[in-house]
């Protein structure tokens, strides 16, 4: 462990000397390059067979450092559940914790590659890499991107766009490098985390001004449970979004298997989300996960969501289905997201 530490720090040691040749080449200050946001949400829970709980869900801090040169620094740490409340514990902060979400590097090779060093989100899908509240609709996360794989790693990846006609091949290639023996709370951990994912932008080449984004994406991963006989699995997933008019639809499907080819889980969701007027947006959702060793759950949602500011998000919703499942319980849920 002394030795992984030693290599770690080393490696930001010489990771910032770079940056200080880079800020040389450039002839700017490297304290410019700095920038400091972050976010936050707050939500309001009313479950069919639990206590009612207003809780408030975290407070992220991002750092950045970008001065237009072939590297770059990301950062985000985050305090989890600084604060909760419900009538039988009252207020309390029980459930906090300090959680280091991503810290990476990347180094642009040239204008179709380039390398990511460090802790980030695995790139499987859209949720997953686009989770943070004030970027997504719901203040429910589909089932099937938090059971069926890791959610994040430490390594390396390989990403970048190839451009075609109208069109870009999207690609990401990650490995795992240093392995994380912390576990936070309830969470999974894995290891041997490899895999990739390959899109394909503006499938449908629309031209109409009012057309958005059309994206298809193929995703592929091993990785095991880092536990004592755990077995190997293997995960293929699509996902896709889709814009038009006022209409946005995104869904994801997985399925996976071990290594001997049993069955190890599968699930996904359809969602859309639809403009209504003065930026309230009518969502709903379908969803469902299949698990072996734990009841199957069926969810649907139905939500209204408000753009306060393109930065603030007020959400409302009601789920419904079967199974119980601590990360979308049934009944009723409203929150508050905000990026600063």
Same mark, same amino acid.
């Given at each position: 462990?002394?030795?992984?530490?030693?290599?770690?720090?080393?490696?930001?040691?010489?990771?910032?000397?770079?940056?200080?040749?880079?800020?040389?080449?450039? %002839?700017?200050?490297?304290?410019?390059?700095?920038?400091?946001?972050?976010?936050?949400?707050?939500?309001?829970?009313?479950?069919?067979?639990?206590?009612?709980?207003?809780?408030?869900?975290?407070?992220?801090?991002?750092?950045?450092?970008?001065?237009?040169?072939?590297?770059?620094?990301?950062?985000?740490?985050?305090?989890?559940?600084?604060?909760?409340?419900?009538?039988?514990?009252?207020?309390?902060?029980?459930?906090?914790?300090?959680? =280091?979400?991503?810290?990476?590097?990347?180094?642009?090779?040239?204008?179709?590659?380039?390398?990511?060093?460090?802790?980030?989100?695995?790139?499987? *899908?859209?949720?997953?890499?686009?989770?943070?509240?004030?970027?997504?609709?719901?203040?429910?996360?589909?089932?099937?991107?938090?059971?069926?794989?890791?959610?994040?790693?430490?390594?390396?990846?390989?990403?970048?766009?190839?451009?075609?006609?109208?069109?870009?091949?999207?690609?990401?290639?990650?490995?795992?490098?240093?392995?994380?023996?912390?576990?936070?709370?309830?969470?999974?951990?894995?290891?041997?985390?490899?895999?990739?994912?390959?899109?394909?932008?503006?499938? =449908?080449?629309?031209?109409?001004?009012?057309?958005?984004?059309?994206? $298809?994406?193929?995703?592929?991963?091993?990785?095991?449970?880092?536990?004592? *006989?755990?077995?190997?699995?293997?995960? $293929?997933?699509?996902?896709?979004?889709?814009?038009?008019?006022?209409?946005?639809?995104?869904?994801?499907?997985?399925?996976?298997?071990?290594?001997?080819?049993? %069955?190890?889980?599968?699930?996904?969701?359809?969602?859309?989300?639809?403009?209504?007027?003065?930026?309230?947006?009518? $969502?709903?959702?379908?969803?469902?996960?299949?698990?072996?060793?734990?009841?199957?759950?069926?969810?649907?949602? $139905?939500?209204?969501?408000?753009?306060?500011?393109?930065?603030?998000?007020?959400?409302?919703?009601?789920?419904?289905?079967? *199974?119980?499942y601590e990360d979308v319980p049934r009944g009723?849920?409203?929150?508050?997201?905000?990026?600063?």
């Amino acid at each position: 462990m002394a030795n992984i530490l030693l290599r770690c720090v080393l490696s930001v040691i010489s990771l910032c000397l770079l940056c200080k040749s880079l800020m040389a080449e450039e %002839d700017a200050s490297f304290w410019q390059g700095f920038r400091v946001g972050g976010y936050s949400s707050i939500d309001l829970r009313i479950p069919r067979t639990e206590t009612t709980q207003l809780k408030w869900n975290e407070l992220s801090m991002i750092v950045t450092w970008d001065q237009g040169t072939r590297l770059k620094f990301f950062s985000e740490l985050e305090l989890e559940n600084p604060l909760s409340y419900n009538r039988h514990q009252g207020l309390h902060s029980k459930e906090s914790y300090i959680h =280091f979400e991503r810290f990476y590097f990347d180094y642009n090779l040239n204008a179709k590659t380039n390398v990511r060093a460090g802790r980030f989100l695995t790139p499987i *899908g859209r949720w997953n890499q686009l989770h943070a509240p004030p970027l997504v609709w719901t203040t429910s996360r589909p089932l099937a991107t938090t059971e069926l794989f890791p959610y994040a790693l430490n390594g390396l990846m390989v990403f970048g766009n190839i451009p075609f006609e109208s069109r870009s091949l999207e690609y990401q290639l990650y490995a795992e490098g240093v392995k994380s023996d912390r576990k936070e709370r309830d969470e999974t951990t894995y290891r041997d985390v490899n895999g990739g994912r390959l899109a394909i932008n503006n499938l =449908f080449n629309f031209t109409s001004e009012n057309a958005g984004l059309n994206t $298809i994406g193929l995703n592929v991963s091993s990785f095991q449970e880092r536990f004592t *006989g755990s077995p190997s699995y293997r995960l $293929i997933g699509l996902d896709f979004l889709l814009e038009f008019d006022r209409w946005e639809i995104t869904g994801e499907v997985y399925s996976r298997n071990t290594a001997q080819g049993k %069955d190890a889980g599968s699930g996904g969701y359809l969602q859309s989300a639809y403009l209504l007027k003065d930026e309230w947006y009518l $969502i709903n959702r379908l969803e469902n996960l299949h698990m072996p060793d734990r009841p199957n759950a069926e969810r649907w949602m $139905i939500g209204l969501t408000k753009r306060l500011k393109p930065n603030q998000l007020l959400k409302f919703e009601m789920v419904g289905g079967s *199974g119980e499942y601590e990360d979308v319980p049934r009944g009723f849920a409203t929150s508050f997201a905000v990026m600063f």
